[in-house]
């Protein structure tokens, strides 16, 4: 037996069958139903209006059957805020010899394949120019938020293609999308560079697995790729130059961090972070190059956060103290619905700064704030963030949760510090790459303890230089060549076997003293 599903406000209507889960037809039906834990049902995010047998409600997709013709609406409609700016970078303008024959309307296409949010950089092929730049959510975070789940998926599902083809799909998305946006057409496209996280260029390119997210977690291949941009299913009909990974988890979009931010001819102890589910962390000391990737998890992206979201609107992504009140700022303007990450280490920083909470993590209620502390119904305590039509709570969980991903981090950065044999205040510049760490606040990162307080006057945030790094590609192919040798003088550090990692995690979850 089948029914019919009408999903809203795309109006797409399709079969199912009797039992099927609503997550899995909204996948059928090409619908994007953020599900950062993977179907679990432990996340709650994929809440959406199910009308079915004379009755509407609101239900978990992943855990939610459909017995009878109905139809779904999402809860909301999320408009991904990406970052299309970073750090600038002149070079001179020498693309791919190879690239197609060039006319007035020739265009590059620039891509940034993360893994929560996919940018497509159009650029004019005669002067190398940004003309154009587009952002969609990656479809791949209906299997899960962060590239682990992802991978598993593949490894364990009976459809083991179909990150492939999201992905695919995804990436064609954009290039209609830019294109009709300056008026031009796929065989204007003379080149397509690509840079993204080891995991998501694996899922790509139909990389074996096994041995990336299993010891000894080492990559399929490594090195740069040029390949016609059909054959992995792109529309088009040009060469596509694919950046190098380092390896383990540390990929081709941290070596376009490194070539946009100049990282290998640093002379001075330079550090540079992603912060996010997957930290990617480098350091040199002016001689050498260090990496290494900490498994921070996702509540930065505000999943596993009982108020969290991404940082889409109607997210809190500011918050600070006027007058003994609490303010926050939200994206769009509007009523707030959620924290996002930005607006997750703001509040803690700032709760633990006004003594609300300990150096553990745990409640203080006799503080100023403190009477918006309150028991909820399971027993844990919780912060009333605000009380307007969606009632905003940080709870005693949320707050290990942040914990147990700003150690990651910290962690990573000791460890790599610990090889240089380096003290944090010998680092000249701290450089923040990715759209999350572009509205971070260097105070509030401090204050948590996710980087150390001696860095405060080195932080700067260079945007999304991953995808300036895909544009520089692009425009000078000698850098994409050069790339590789980065790459290979970059000595990757597997935190799963430091002898060191563990200690330094566990110092860091507590929240730091001033004499940090």
């Known amino acids: 037996m ?15 069958p009797f039992g099927a889960l609503v997550s899995d037809a909204a996948k059928q039906a090409g619908v994007w ?63 791919y010899p190879g690239a197609t024959a060039f006319s007035e309307r020739s265009c590059f296409a620039a891509f940034d394949l993360g893994t929560t949010t996919i940018v497509c950089y159009l650029l004019d092929a005669k002067t190398g120019e940004q003309i154009a730049a587009v952002g969609i959510q990656n479809p791949q975070s209906a299997y899960g938020a962060d590239v682990i789940t992802r991978a598993n998926y593949v490894l364990t599902s009976e459809r083991p293609n179909v990150m492939q083809q999201y992905a695919v799909e995804a990436l064609n998305q954009l290039l209609r999308q830019v294109l009709d ?16 996280n080891t995991v998501m260029l694996h899922l790509l390119l139909g990389y074996p697995l096994q041995h990336l997210v299993c010891s000894p977690y080492q990559p399929y291949r490594t090195e740069r790729r040029i390949l016609p941009a059909n054959q992995i299913g792109l529309t088009a009909q040009c060469p596509l130059l694919i950046a190098p990974v380092i390896g383990g988890f540390v990929g081709a979009d941290t070596v376009a961090c490194m070539s946009a931010t100049e990282f290998g001819v640093k002379r001075n102890p330079t550090l540079l972070i992603d912060v996010g589910t997957n930290g990617e962390i480098v350091l040199t000391d002016g001689k050498r190059i260090l990496c290494c990737s900490t498994a921070a998890g996702p509540a930065f992206e505000g999943a596993n956060i009982s108020c969290g979201m991404r940082a889409v609107t109607g997210a809190i992504d500011r918050v600070w103290l006027d007058n003994q009140q609490l303010c926050y700022s939200v994206i769009g303007n509007g009523d707030p619905l959620g924290l996002c990450g930005s607006g997750l280490i ?16 745990r409640f203080q209620e006799s503080t100023p704030l403190g009477e918006r502390i309150f028991t909820m119904t399971n027993g844990m305590k919780a912060f009333l963030v605000s009380q307007e039509e969606h009632p905003i709570v940080l709870t005693q969980k949320d707050i290990r949760e942040l914990q147990l991903g700003k150690a990651a981090i910290r962690a990573g950065i000791e460890t790599l510090l610990h090889e240089f044999r380096l003290a944090s205040k010998q680092i000249h510049e701290t450089l923040l790459a990715g759209a999350f760490g572009n509205y971070l606040s260097a105070q509030s990162l401090c204050d948590i303890g996710l980087l150390p307080r001696s860095l405060i006057g080195s932080i700067r945030s260079v945007g999304n230089a991953a995808g300036e790094g895909a544009k520089l590609y692009a425009r000078n192919f000698a850098l994409f060549e050069e790339s590789e040798t980065m790459a290979k003088k970059t000595n990757y550090i597997e935190l799963a076997l430091s002898p060191v990692f563990t200690e330094y995690y566990m110092d860091a979850m507590a929240f730091p003293c001033e004499e940090d």
């Open 2 to 16: 089948t029914h019919q599903v009408q999903f809203y406000p795309s109006g797409t209507t399709i079969a199912v």
């Open 33 to 95: 139903i953020d599900s950062p834990c993977g179907g679990k049902g432990t996340c709650k995010k994929c809440v959406v209006f199910l009308s079915q047998d004379g009755r509407t409600e609101s239900v978990l997709a992943c855990q939610t059957r459909i017995t009878a013709d109905c139809s779904i609406t999402r809860s909301n409609q999320e408009f991904v805020r990406p970052l299309s700016e970073g750090i600038v970078r002149n070079v001179p303008y020498a693309p």
């Open 181 to 196: 946006t300056c008026n031009r057409e796929l065989n204007d496209l003379s080149l397509v560079t690509l840079v993204g």
């Open 346 to 361: 703001d509040l803690c920083a700032l709760l633990f700064r006004q003594s609300i909470i300990d150096e553990g993590g």
